[in-house]
């Protein structure tokens, strides 16, 4: 296929991100094929983007903004039904695994999402044959490139907007209370890595403020080069943190630092020249979606303002969950980590024994966590954490308690509170009468609570701990 194209100078062979603009115009035509091992990865790379945003949840969602609050549970995982029966096909078949779908999806790498991810490949595979025969005439597809990358663009800003402002408001990381008295011992390996974020809430900030950036710089084409370089270099540190801290977020992750590395394919000469050795490489000149100024010009309006109702709707979203959960939002009755004095079972004192299983050692009320059950937590006397979803009363000053993993077990309390910083609980704990004393901790006697920058410094700040 011939394409004529405005020039602004001598004809020279062009590669399909270095097209004219329009406002550059001569008539010497230019004759741009592709070699066919470009149009073969382009028809592949084309086909499996297209398979993974049609087949993933998590890439259109973003996309409707304040829209998708709106949106019925099981619309976010429609698109995993429709693909389930193969799927699981492929995962008996192929791979002899069961590659069942676990509901609620709390983990991106079940074996139904590495299948998936496997039929993306063999899908994008067959398209790119029969494609490839079919079109087998064509020298290039500059057009559909060119659209191509306005998608991918607005897709991963979409979710580097959904990522980021989760950290700008720190909510993604933040630290609950029962972080401060669980044994780190008993810590997962995502637990630490989200203790370690949420306990500085300027680094997660930080974080988020630079996930924002790559997400504005996404927007506008002419800083998408840069936009998609710091997305690549954020994306491969955090798929780095999700394999060695167990984050179960692996394959979304490397398909989003496979969008990045997508529009930076075109421009890896270019990028190689511009760091590596000492030659200039030049202006770029980028292409237009459309010939005219004034359509062009539209059609960057449009990605801006396309953009610009992303991020609001995620400002939106985060706000409204910043003054119900965050730091400085409403506090829950009793907030804060109770030490248990003294416990009575069915009119019995227990006294404190790591060895009984029933005998409560702290009680904890916290805000509520994306991440955590529910806001209120006991800590046994071996250490073990149980979390309970909880009911407040302040007329009746109750307190209903219920398990998530044990649909049978319930519990209502009373509480009064002679001082505020001493709290009496009576009532039933599972079919038992129970009666506690308990006393508040002071969370600022925590070292953990001690974060924020330090400027001068003597010496590390190691509490209990010296240096070998």
């Known amino acids: 296929m011939t394409r004529v194209l405005k020039a602004a100078g001598p004809a020279s062979p062009e590669t399909p991100d270095q097209l004219d603009t329009p406002d550059q115009q001569t008539d010497v035509p230019l004759v741009v094929p592709w070699s066919p091992a470009t149009r073969v990865a382009f028809r592949f790379g084309l086909a499996y983007v297209a398979l993974f945003f049609l087949t993933e949840m998590r890439i259109m969602y973003p996309l409707l903004g304040v829209f998708g609050n ?7 995982v429609w698109q995993y039904h429709l693909v389930r029966p193969v799927v699981t096909w492929v995962g008996e078949h192929v791979f002899g695994v069961d590659a069942a779908l676990i509901e609620p999806v709390q983990s991106g790498d079940q074996r139904f999402f590495w299948v998936l991810a496997f039929c993306w490949f ?33 897709c991963l800003a979409a979710q580097l907007f959904s990522f980021g402002f989760a950290k700008v408001f720190p909510l993604q990381m933040s630290l609950p209370l029962t972080r401060l008295v669980e044994p780190y011992g008993d810590f997962g390996m995502l637990n630490v890595l989200w203790s370690q974020v949420g306990s500085s809430q300027p680094y997660e900030i930080l974080l988020g403020c630079a996930e924002v950036t790559a997400a504005v ?11 998609a370089l710091l ?25 989003l630092l496979l969008l990045a590395l997508i529009l930076l394919a075109p421009h890896a000469v270019r990028l190689v020249g511009f760091f590596v050795t000492d030659r200039g490489v030049g202006p770029l000149r980028r292409p237009q979606l459309f010939r005219t100024r004034r359509a062009a010009s539209l059609a960057l309006a449009v990605q801006i303002l396309f953009g610009a109702w992303l991020a609001g709707s995620q400002v939106h979203e985060e706000w409204k969950l910043w003054d119900s959960i965050g730091t400085s939002g409403p506090k ?9 004095a003294e416990f009575s079972l069915d009119g ?30 006991s800590q046994r006397m071996d250490g073990s954490i149980v979390d309970y979803a909880a009911t407040f009363d302040a007329k009746s000053r109750t307190m209903a308690l219920a398990r998530l993993d044990d649909p049978t077990w319930s519990a209502r309390l009373v509480f009064t509170q002679s001082t505020p910083d001493r709290l009496t609980l009576n009532g039933v704990l599972h079919g038992h ?35 070998r």
Do not use: C
């Open 122 to 154: 063999v899908g994008a595979l067959v398209v790119t044959a029969v494609w490839s025969v079919i079109d087998r005439h064509r020298t290039d597809y500059v057009w559909l490139h060119k659209w191509f990358h306005v998608v991918v663009r607005l």
């Open 332 to 340: 829950p009755p009793l907030y804060g980590i109770w030490n248990v």
């Open 348 to 377: 019995h004192d227990r006294p404190p024994l790591t060895t009984d299983g029933e005998r409560w050692n702290r009680l904890i009320v916290d805000t509520s966590h994306s991440y955590q059950p529910g806001p209120v937590s």
């Open 231 to 255: 997305a690549s270099v954020e994306l491969t540190q955090v798929l780095i943190l999700n394999v060695t801290y167990q984050v179960p977020l692996k394959i979304f992750t490397f398909h």
């Open 217 to 227: 710089l996404l927007l506008v084409p002419r800083t998408a080069i840069l936009g």
């Open 433 to 467: 009468k129970v009666r506690m004393r308990l006393e508040k901790a002071d969370l600022s006697s925590f070292p953990l609570t001690h974060n924020g920058p330090r400027w001068v410094q003597d010496g590390p700040y190691q509490p209990r701990l010296e240096l």
């Open 70 to 76: 709106d949106l019925p549970a099981g619309a976010l």
